[in-house]
């Protein structure tokens, strides 16, 4: 993403050639005011602990906080870039939980893991579980949750 660019694309996996404790990790990227401003534009959430500096200064916060969905965004965009990748699927939907703030200048990578995995009535697809941690530049857990999502399996040859 920012300063460490795009990561090398990892060989995608289909369902068949996961297994659950399967883990992946993404490269960094480091959260800018300029990018909190521009969610705020994206979202229409102005609150200003997210784009007033005298106001976040004065909060409990200390200073300007990305919005919790830029960080789940973010690590949406992160897992595209890590060392487990699978093919083009459908998000199922997220279970994800904001334990502690993002800064702006926070340095955020990406642990994931395949906690569970299911066959699918679709014929060609079966559903990941995957459990992920948003890590900020000391090694602390800033979001967490999971994600379902179905992708393919492997198509006969």
Known sequence: ???????????????????VG????TPEVTV??????????LSGDHTPVHVD???????HFGGIVAHG?????????????GSLQ???????GWTWDFKLPIHADDRL????????????????????T???DLLNQRGEIVQTGVHKVMILKRPPA
């Open 86 to 92: 699978f093919p083009p699927g459908a998000s199922l």
């Open 1 to 19: 993403m920012d300063a460490v660019g795009p990561a090398k694309k990892a060989h995608e996996r289909y369902f068949d050639e996961v297994r």
């Open 22 to 25: 399967d883990e992946g990790v």
């Open 109 to 128: 990578r990406l642990k994931y893991r395949i906690a569970a995995m299911r066959e699918t009535k679709k014929p060609g697809w079966g559903i990941l």
């Open 69 to 81: 969905l830029l960080g789940l965004s973010l690590a949406d965009g992160l897992k595209t870039q």
């Open 32 to 41: 800018t005011k300029a990018m909190i401003r521009a969610y705020a534009d």
């Open 130 to 132: 995957i459990a992920s």
């Open 53 to 59: 500096e005298d106001f976040a200064k004065a909060s």
